[in-house]
Structure formats: C-alpha cells, structure tokens
C-alpha cells in the first residue's frame, strides 16, 4: 500500500488542515491535493484561486521561465493549463486566470497535470513481449514486425481483420489523421472512447434536431434559472463545471434537481434529490412529463411552431401515471409533480446528463427522453436552457468530430458512396484507388463492398475475435488489434476480453502508459507495447464538451523514447507505402507530419458541422486573448478577436477568411446567423405522411425566408436568384462537384455557405425538432427493462428487444433477459467516476499525488444489505457477476446507495480475480495503485442503436472474503 507524506509533520483533522492551509500565502502539491481530494472530494480546489502549484523540487538555477499554455488532459471542460519551463523541464504551474471556462480553478486532476507528462512509471521504450516477458526493443524493429504481421493478415484475412482503436486522448489533428489512416488501410473498423461513453447521446440528439453535441456551454448555465440533472456527477467527473453551476444556484436562485440512484457528491449541492431505480430512465422522465401535460405546463406556441411528433409522445406519456411511475422507478409521484412544477415556473432551464443515462441497452431512449422534455417547455435555443451534455475525455468530443468511429468519416458524413467522393475530393486521392484498399465479401450469392458498411464497434471488439466467422457480417475474425490511447478496463465482459487478447495474432498498445492491456492477458508472444507522448509533449486543437477548440501550445520535447501520435501514423504509412498519398498535401519535418497542416486540410472538407472557419491563426489568438471572452456569453468584447464566442465553437461557418464567430448555442433563433444564430437542422426531409417537417412561421433574426426551409443546395440559390452572389471561384467549385445538385455539405469553396449566410439563413435549413425517429427501433422512447433485472414482474410489461445481427456481430437481448438470475444474483450493480482518477486510471493511478487520495478499490453497500449479508466496513469482499466472473475489493458500508444497489467506480485494474498481477507490468511501469476492475464482473448489454456498453445496471452478489 502506497505511504502517506508527512515529512515528519504530524496531521491534524481534515478540516483544520484545509484552514490551516487556506491561511498560508502558498501551498505545495502535497496539501493542496489532499484538501482538494480528500476533504471535499475536489471542491476545495475551486475556492483556492489565489494558490499555486509548484514542481516537488526546486527548479534548476539559471534559465529563463517560460510560460506555455495547455489544456487539461482529463475531462471536457477544457481548463487551460499554464506551466513554466525552465531549461526545457517543466518545473512550476498555474491554473489559467484568464480562462473563461476554469477561471483561476483546479480539480486534484488539473492540479496534478505535471506529474502526469513527467511521470516517472510511463513507458520508456518500445517493448516486445518474448517468452512472456516484455524486452525493449527499436523504434525500427517495432514497426517493421509489426508492420509485416499486419500485412500478412491483410494478404490472408483481408483489411477488416486488423483493428485500428482510436482515442479521445488524440488532439484534433491526430484524430483526424487517425481515421484518415484507417481509409488508407482500408477498413471502417476503427472506433474510440465514445462508443462507450455518449454514442447513444450523439445518435439521440443528432436525432431529434439536427447535431449530436452539447447545445450551450458550461458559462451558459450562469443564466439558468433551473438545473436538472440526471446520471452525472459533475462534483467528482466535472469538477471545476461545478464553478458554473453553482453560479446559477447562487445568483439566480436556480433550484439544482439531481437524480441519480446514488447519493452524490453532487447531489450534496441539490435543492431535490430523486432517487431512482438504475434502467429506469424513460419511465422517470415520462413521469415528469405527465403532470406538465396534464396541468398544461408546456410551451404550446413553441410545440406547434417547432416540434414534429409532440402528440405521440403525449399518447405515451399518458400511461405514465404516478402510479405506474412509482411501480417501475421507486420513485414517489408527489415528488415528480414537485419536480415538473419547478422546472415548468422557472424558466429556461438547462438539462444536463453524462454516463448514467447513456450506459444502457436502451441509453438511445433515454437520451431522446431527455431531449424530449426540454422541448415540451420550450427550452430550447435560449440562453439558460439547452441540452449541457457533459463529455468525459478531454477530446472525446473532437474525436467524434473527426470521426474516429466506425460508421463515419470525419464530420459525421458516414460512410456512403457519396461521403467517400467528398472525402477524396479533399484528400486530392484517387477515389478508384481508395476503393481498392477496401475488401469486397461474397456471401449468400451477395457481394458487398465493406468500404460502405459500418465496422465493429469498439464495445464489440472481443466478439469479432471469438464469434465464429460464419456469424460475422465480415469476410474474417479479428486477428489483430491496435489499442491507441485506451484503457481496455473501461470496458465489459474482461474475462472474455482477456481470452480475445490470447487469441489474437497480434495485440499492439500505444500509449504513454502500459494500460491494463499489458497484463489482462497470459500471451508469451505476438505483443507490443510502443510509448506515445502526452498531450503537453505536442501541440494542436482540442474541442471541448461546449464545442469550443483551443489549441495547445507543447509544453516539452518528448520524454524518454516515445514519439508523438502523428508521427507513429507517418511511420505506419511509411511501412504500408500509402504516405506519399496520404500526406500530399500535410508537410513533415523530420518523421513530424506539420499539425497547423493538417488542420488546414480539416479546414477544408468538415463542412458539415462548421469545422471550416478555425484556422490555426484565429484558434491561437483566442488563446493569447482569453481575457477579451465575457465569461457568461464567451463574446470578445473588443481587441483582435471581437465579436467572436471563445474557441469558435461548431458550426463556424464558411472559411477562415469569412470570419464566421462561432456558434455559442445552437437553435438560437434570436441572433442572426452570421452573429451566432441558429435554427433545427433540415435532416430528415420536408414532409412526413402528409405533415409538414419544417418550422411553421418562425426563422432567425432578419432572416430573408419568412418560414421553414429546407437544406441549401446550388438548385435553390437559383430558385431564391441567389446564385448571383456567388464568386466566379465559388461557381467553378460547385460545378465541378454536380452543379445544381451540389449542396452546403460538399461544396468545397464555402461559396453556398456563404451566401446563405449572407441572406442570414442556415445553410441546413430551418425544420422542427423531431419527437418521433422512425428509423430507430423505438420511434417515440420506450421504457424496458435491462437485460439482467431482479424485477421480473416488469418484464412481460417492458420486454427487452428480439436478438439481432446488426454492427456486423450477432447481438443478444430476450436471449438473456428471459433468464432469472435474481435469485443468486439479487443486488443491482451500477458503476462510475471518483474525483481523484480518470478512465481506467492508468495515468492517474501513476501519479502520487493522486494515488495517494484513493489507494484502495472498493464496492459501496447500503448498511440494511451490509448487515443481511455479514459484511463490515472496510473488510474484504467478494462481489460476484451472473456470468461467472469475481472480484475482491473493500467493503464500504454507506447510504450513499439504496437498498438493494450497489456501487464501484471502474478506474482499477492490475488485479483479476483475486490475483495482483503487478509482476506482468514492464518494470518501473506499473501504476502505483492497483486494483480490481469492476468491469470484470459487468455484464452483456449493448444499446440497440449503438451498441453502447450496458454498465449501469446489471446484477451482482456480495459475500465476506
């Protein structure tokens, strides 16, 4: 067990400590990480904005100081980093007091940052795992075994069958070039972090209006004057959000409403608690909704004008009684008509979720659910109110733009013959040659091009190794896989993943730790671990969760012998001969594909989303002129970058040179579209069974259309006698990409954009929001039950889905869920974050500072089931999963859970099932702590749209060790 650090120094109580603290002019790490962590589980961190953080040893004498600015490495919010260097070492830091999302503010995580890229237990050299033992190997040998191998799969199996996993922890560019890569290889398997995260988020909410994303920003919140928040723990997974929060609460009187089945950190701050049953989402929702329907509460004019679908989802509602509600929740009606009287008098108002709601076999349901009541009270496209999704990775939001995913090429264009043409008309490539990097697989009499079909998820990789090839909608198995940058404990199932990794031909890790791929498995051979730097060892765009990029400047030259992301891809592509064609138009220095190039070529084809107009030069002089942002609205108020909203947030319209500000909320029909304003995309055509789709009588400010409108198109700038603004460029640019048929998204001069904008309306029209997504398996969201439930009186009224194939894996639901398990199996078993890591810990539980707040994994337990069940707090257990899977963590005994669930936080590894196999990490590489993984014991569970991981209801049992 790691040692606490006294130097000597007896402690007082916690709480003296702080005050004692907080009473001295400075205050090293040690301290201020303890008060921050321990004492109000990362709070504290946000009223020490007069404090500094400084390196453990003194710095070197002589060298100048100089101050570079990052951006937090951990989660979404995007905290700007100010570190000092001195003789190339990093040697001091500060929070960044002129950003306007920390404003002066740390969590334990910012706070520690330092030791995380000077961390002594990374990885230091290429390794080569041989005779079951890792060796060090060079940069050159690596590449090129591995290289061969990947080739020899590809000459025997065909492209699909080696994996290419991405990662949120990629800056823009490198995501960018990641799934860049992944074309040139050849395959659409290539997926990251958010399948398991807010993949059911993005395909709700881009769904419903338009764009998967966060639709105001954390400052917005400032204005809210409710916050209702559902399956989050901003205290502990968002901490310095809280700042923005709390604002509200305190100068608005914004009642703060949190649900959650777990007592939070969070919800400590909460004006209501609800407590509800994990899986039970839809129906809590529902439930809220039904008395502001039948009390009148909701936004008529806003519904009729703006919405599609709303008199379904009351039809849905209305079964929804309290009774019912309570039946299927626990919930007491009483308290959700308090709750829907709260929200209906106090707005707008602003509805937040992370991971607990998105964690589910029907997570796509629970979003759109969401969704759903902020647009029966109107709350949307107003500053206040807004859906605030708050992502977990630092880039996990840019990632997913850049489409590091496996249904999509960069700016969710997908992966359909016209979205390859687009693609290759940037890229300048060969769209003949392109399709030859693909397989074609015959099957059934059938032939089908996997260049248009969707890959294997990341949730789902394990299958594609252990399902028997007949069963996959893909030529072969997965025989080799890549791990970029990600944290295989963060995932479910690991008994079956660890027998995947031993079947595999080959098993590559890329980070700048080992991860827990280094050790889950028992492979002698066939394995590699390469280091990568961290994000302060590079520098490019980051996008935050409110869509705002800020670019990172490097902090120091790469430690040890790892190598920057980019320049590992140049060195694949190297090997795979395409790198001539993929960096055409990228310059390199050295092995170093050039970043600002790379976001040039991004410039130039994202125009989907708006990734069109954030130049390298305007994303630097945010960064140099934080202070001119209002920290409420994100404005520049004078100075360079006046009028702009701070990052340029998606959609910044047209080029560079049209210098669209950004767009700070979407939908805000109050603003022009070229100061910042927006309508609902015109996603899903014009009419619908004889109903009109778009908007009725409503447009943004001094837009020249007078009504809805559909997605801009060359055809229609003629119909409108528009096309006369267009340049004799931006004419040419049309008609060599289809002429009149060409449209806002694949015109590569901006030309369409721009004149649409010039007529201040949105390039991708004016529509209603929609209720109903009758392409999805449940058009208006339904309520069912998980697939491992102890509830089985709600099963034949909320039945799960009929097994299927889609994602090309074949995919279990009423083929689990008929089983009873809740016998053996009787505690439901919900998972998530800790203030002091992040992820599956691998970093954070390598930094000693953080280490030492959380030395020890542990299961929360209601005391009624502690007692039924003999266990004591702080004693050993063994909690059991119902598919055949244990883990030995502590016991803390709590009510911070209910009766009847319990709780794990899944940043652990290195253990697996009672066994510490520390021993199998490269030595000085091991994380200072370890732990069980709670996702050896989650269970089975894919989201019937995304097939997002199911992690926050299953089943478990809990015995004394």
Same mark, same amino acid.
């Given at each position: 067990?790691?040692?606490?650090?006294?130097?000597?120094?007896?402690?007082?109580?916690?709480?003296?400590?702080?005050?004692?603290?907080?009473?001295?002019?400075?205050?090293?790490?040690?301290?201020?990480?303890?008060?921050?962590?321990?004492?109000?589980?990362?709070?504290?961190?946000? %009223?020490?904005?007069?404090?500094?953080?400084?390196?453990?040893?003194?710095?070197?004498?002589?060298?100048?100081?100089?101050?570079?600015?990052?951006? *937090?490495?951990?989660? %979404?919010?995007?905290?700007?980093?100010?570190?000092?260097?001195?003789?190339?070492?990093?040697?001091?830091?500060?929070?960044?007091?002129?950003?306007?999302?920390?404003?002066?503010?740390?969590?334990?995580?910012?706070?520690?940052?330092?030791?995380?890229?000077?961390?002594?237990?990374?990885?230091?050299?290429?390794?080569?795992?041989?005779?079951?033992? /890792?060796?060090?190997?060079?940069?050159?040998?690596?590449?090129?075994?591995?290289?061969?191998?990947?080739?020899?799969?590809?000459?025997?199996?065909?492209?699909?069958?080696?994996?290419?996993?991405?990662?949120?922890?990629?800056?823009?560019?490198?995501?960018?070039?990641?799934?860049?890569?992944?074309?040139?290889?050849?395959?659409?398997?290539?997926?990251?972090?958010?399948?398991?995260?807010?993949?059911? &988020?993005?395909?709700?909410?881009?769904?419903?209006?338009?764009?998967?994303?966060?639709?105001?920003?954390?400052?917005?919140?400032?204005? %809210?004057?409710?916050?209702?928040?559902?399956?989050?723990?901003?205290?502990?997974?968002?901490?310095? %959000?809280?700042?923005?929060?709390?604002?509200?609460?305190?100068?608005?009187?914004?009642?703060?409403?949190?649900?959650?089945?777990?007592?939070?950190? &969070?919800?400590?701050?909460?004006?209501?608690?609800?407590?509800?049953?994990?899986?039970?989402?839809?129906?809590?929702?529902?439930?809220?909704?039904?008395?502001?329907?039948?009390?009148?509460?909701?936004?008529?004019?806003?519904?009729?004008?703006?919405?599609?679908?709303?008199?379904?989802?009351?039809?849905?509602?209305?079964?929804?009684?309290?009774?019912?509600?309570?039946?299927?929740?626990?919930?007491?009606?009483?308290?959700?008509?308090?709750?829907?009287?709260?929200?209906?008098?106090?707005?707008?108002? +602003?509805?937040?979720? *992370?991971?607990?709601?998105?964690?589910?076999?029907?997570?796509?349901?629970?979003?759109?659910?969401? *969704?759903?009541?902020? #647009?029966?009270?109107?709350?949307?496209?107003?500053?206040?109110?807004?859906?605030?999704?708050?992502?977990?990775?630092?880039?996990?939001?840019?990632?997913?733009?850049?489409?590091?995913?496996?249904?999509? #090429?960069?700016?969710?264009?997908?992966?359909?013959?016209?979205?390859?043409?687009?693609?290759?008309?940037?890229?300048?490539?060969?769209?003949?040659?392109?399709?030859?990097?693909?397989?074609?697989?015959?099957?059934?009499?059938?032939?089908?091009?996997?260049?248009?079909?969707?890959?294997?998820?990341?949730?789902?990789?394990?299958?594609?190794?252990?399902?028997?090839?007949?069963?996959?909608?893909?030529?072969?198995?997965?025989?080799?896989?890549?791990?970029?940058?990600?944290?295989?404990?963060?995932?479910?199932?690991?008994?079956?993943?660890?027998?995947?990794?031993?079947?595999?031909?080959?098993?590559?890790?890329?980070?700048?730790?080992?991860?827990?791929?280094?050790? #889950?498995?028992?492979?002698?051979?066939?394995?590699?671990?390469?280091?990568?730097?961290?994000?302060?060892?590079?520098?490019?765009?980051?996008?935050?969760?409110?869509?705002?990029?800020?670019?990172?400047?490097?902090?120091?030259?790469?430690?040890?012998?790892?190598?920057?992301?980019?320049?590992?891809?140049?060195?694949?592509?190297?090997?795979?001969?395409?790198?001539?064609?993929?960096?055409?138009?990228?310059?390199?220095?050295?092995?170093?594909?050039?970043?600002?190039?790379?976001?040039?070529?991004?410039?130039?084809?994202?125009?989907?989303?708006?990734?069109?107009?954030?130049?390298?030069?305007?994303?630097?002089?945010?960064?140099?002129?934080?202070?001119?942002?209002?920290?409420? &609205?994100?404005?520049?108020?004078?100075?360079?970058?006046?009028?702009?909203?701070?990052?340029?947030?998606?959609?910044? /319209?047209?080029?560079?040179?049209?210098?669209?500000?950004?767009?700070?909320?979407?939908?805000?029909?109050?603003?022009?579209?070229?100061?910042?304003?927006?309508?609902?995309?015109?996603?899903?055509?014009?009419?619908?069974?004889?109903?009109?789709?778009?908007?009725?009588?409503?447009?943004?400010?001094?837009?020249?259309? !007078?009504?809805?409108?559909?997605?801009?198109?060359?055809?229609?700038?003629?119909?409108?006698?528009?096309?006369?603004?267009?340049?004799?460029?931006?004419?040419?640019?049309?008609?060599?990409?289809?002429?009149?048929?060409?449209?806002?998204?694949?015109?590569?001069?901006?030309?369409?954009?721009?004149?649409?904008? !010039?007529?201040?309306?949105?390039?991708?029209?004016?529509?209603?929001?929609?209720?109903?997504?009758?392409?999805?398996?449940?058009?208006?969201?339904?309520?069912?039950?998980?697939?491992?439930?102890?509830?089985?009186?709600?099963?034949?009224?909320?039945?799960?889905?009929?097994?299927?194939?889609?994602?090309?894996?074949?995919?279990?639901?009423?083929?689990?869920?008929?089983?009873?398990?809740?016998?053996?199996?009787?505690?439901?078993?919900?998972?998530?974050?800790?203030?002091?890591?992040?992820?599956?810990?691998?970093? +954070?539980?390598?930094?000693?500072?953080?280490?030492?707040?959380?030395?020890?994994?542990?299961?929360?337990?209601?005391?009624?089931?502690?007692?039924?069940?003999?266990?004591?707090?702080?004693?050993?257990?063994?909690?059991?999963?119902?598919?055949?899977?244990?883990?030995?963590?502590?016991?803390?005994?709590?009510?911070?859970?209910?009766?009847?669930?319990?709780?794990?936080?899944?940043?652990?590894?290195?253990?697996?099932?009672?066994?510490?196999?520390?021993?199998?990490?490269?030595?000085?590489?091991?994380?200072?702590?370890?732990?069980?993984?709670?996702?050896?014991?989650?269970?089975?569970?894919?989201?019937?749209?995304?097939?997002?991981?199911?992690?926050? *209801?299953?089943?478990?049992?809990?015995?004394?060790?």
């Amino acid at each position: 067990m790691l040692r606490k650090r006294t130097n000597g120094v007896a402690k007082g109580p916690r709480a003296g400590s702080l005050l004692s603290s907080l009473a001295t002019k400075t205050m090293d790490r040690r301290s201020f990480l303890a008060a921050s962590g321990i004492t109000v589980g990362g709070l504290a961190a946000l %009223s020490l904005p007069t404090t500094r953080v400084e390196a453990s040893t003194p710095s070197s004498a002589g060298g100048e100081v100089v101050r570079k600015k990052s951006v *937090c490495t951990h989660c %979404s919010v995007g905290c700007t980093v100010e570190a000092e260097v001195q003789n190339g070492v990093w040697t001091g830091q500060e929070p960044g007091w002129d950003s306007p999302f920390n404003l002066g503010a740390h969590c334990a995580k910012g706070a520690s940052v330092r030791e995380h890229a000077h961390g002594e237990r990374r990885l230091k050299s290429p390794m080569k795992m041989v005779n079951g033992e /890792w060796r060090k190997i060079s940069w050159e040998d690596a590449i090129n075994e591995i290289g061969d191998k990947m080739l020899q799969i590809r000459e025997e199996s065909g492209p699909d069958s080696v994996y290419w996993l991405g990662s949120a922890k990629h800056n823009n560019e490198q995501a960018y070039l990641f799934r860049k890569f992944a074309a040139y290889w050849g395959t659409n398997n290539v997926d990251h972090q958010a399948r398991i995260c807010h993949s059911t &988020t993005v395909a709700g909410v881009a769904n419903t209006w338009g764009y998967g994303a966060m639709t105001n920003s954390y400052n917005d919140i400032h204005k %809210s004057k409710a916050i209702f928040l559902i399956g989050g723990n901003p205290a502990e997974a968002h901490p310095v %959000s809280l700042l923005h929060i709390l604002k509200a609460k305190e100068e608005n009187n914004a009642p703060l409403i949190v649900c959650d089945p777990r007592f939070t950190r &969070t919800a400590a701050h909460a004006d209501e608690f609800v407590r509800f049953r994990p899986g039970s989402d839809v129906a809590l929702i529902w439930g809220i909704l039904w008395h502001i329907f039948e009390n009148g509460w909701e936004d008529r004019e806003f519904i009729r004008t703006r919405v599609y679908g709303m008199e379904d989802i009351r039809a849905e509602v209305a079964k929804w009684n309290p009774e019912e509600v309570e039946r299927v929740t626990g919930t007491p009606g009483a308290q959700l008509e308090r709750v829907a009287r709260t929200l209906a008098n106090n707005r707008p108002g +602003t509805v937040i979720w *992370c991971m607990g709601g998105t964690q589910h076999s029907n997570g796509n349901n629970n979003t759109r659910a969401y *969704c759903i009541l902020q #647009l029966a009270l109107g709350n949307m496209g107003v500053a206040g109110g807004g859906t605030n999704i708050f992502r977990g990775h630092d880039n996990v939001q840019g990632a997913t733009d850049f489409g590091v995913v496996a249904d999509s #090429l960069p700016g969710y264009y997908g992966v359909a013959a016209g979205s390859w043409a687009h693609w290759a008309r940037v890229w300048e490539e060969d769209l003949d040659w392109l399709k030859g990097r693909f397989a074609t697989w015959d099957k059934d009499g059938k032939s089908r091009a996997m260049m248009y079909e969707k890959g294997i998820p990341v949730s789902r990789w394990i299958d594609g190794v252990l399902e028997a090839k007949e069963n996959l909608e893909q030529p072969d198995n997965t025989r080799a896989m890549v791990l970029w940058g990600h944290a295989p404990n963060s995932q479910t199932r690991m008994l079956e993943m660890k027998e995947a990794m031993e079947k595999l031909d080959l098993l590559v890790v890329v980070d700048p730790f080992p991860t827990v791929s280094a050790v #889950l498995h028992d492979r002698t051979d066939g394995a590699y671990l390469l280091p990568t730097t961290t994000q302060f060892e590079t520098t490019g765009s980051v996008t935050a969760s409110n869509r705002s990029l800020q670019w990172r400047e490097k902090v120091m030259e790469p430690l040890f012998d790892s190598k920057v992301d980019h320049e590992i891809i140049k060195l694949f592509a190297d090997k795979f001969g395409f790198t001539d064609r993929m960096f055409r138009n990228i310059a390199i220095e050295g092995d170093e594909p050039v970043i600002e190039d790379i976001t040039r070529e991004f410039n130039r084809g994202m125009w989907t989303i708006g990734y069109t107009g954030q130049s390298p030069e305007r994303l630097k002089l945010h960064m140099a002129n934080q202070h001119h942002f209002d920290r409420t &609205t994100l404005r520049a108020v004078g100075g360079p970058c006046d009028g702009d909203y701070y990052g340029l947030p998606w959609p910044c /319209w047209g080029t560079p040179e049209m210098n669209h500000p950004g767009t700070a909320n979407l939908y805000d029909m109050s603003l022009p579209v070229s100061k910042g304003g927006l309508t609902f995309r015109a996603r899903f055509g014009v009419e619908r069974n004889g109903e009109n789709l778009l908007a009725e009588g409503v447009y943004s400010k001094d837009s020249e259309i !007078k009504d809805g409108y559909p997605e801009f198109t060359m055809q229609m700038l003629m119909d409108l006698g528009w096309d006369g603004d267009l340049t004799a460029e931006e004419r040419a640019a049309i008609d060599a990409v289809g002429g009149p048929e060409a449209n806002w998204k694949t015109d590569l001069s901006g030309g369409i954009q721009r004149v649409a904008i !010039k007529h201040e309306c949105a390039p991708f029209g004016n529509a209603k929001a929609r209720a109903i997504v009758w392409n999805f398996p449940d058009p208006v969201p339904l309520h069912r039950e998980p697939l491992y439930t102890n509830r089985r009186d709600l099963v034949e009224d909320y039945p799960t889905y009929a097994d299927k194939t889609f994602w090309r894996v074949p995919t279990m639901y009423e083929s689990i869920q008929k089983n009873d398990f809740s016998k053996d199996f009787p505690i439901i078993l919900t998972s998530g974050r800790l203030v002091e890591y992040e992820g599956g810990g691998d970093e +954070t539980r390598s930094n000693p500072w953080l280490a030492e707040l959380q030395q020890d994994m542990f299961i929360e337990v209601n005391p009624r089931d502690a007692n039924n069940l003999n266990i004591r707090d702080g004693r050993d257990v063994w909690v059991s999963g119902p598919e055949g899977a244990r883990i030995k963590v502590k016991a803390m005994v709590t009510e911070r859970v209910g009766e009847g669930v319990a709780f794990m936080p899944f940043h652990f590894g290195g253990h697996l099932q009672g066994e510490d196999r520390r021993h199998k990490y490269p030595e000085g590489a091991d994380p200072i702590v370890l732990g069980e993984s709670s996702n050896t014991v989650q269970t089975y569970g894919y989201d019937s749209v995304t097939q997002m991981q199911e992690t926050k *209801c299953t089943l478990c049992a809990i015995e004394p060790a």
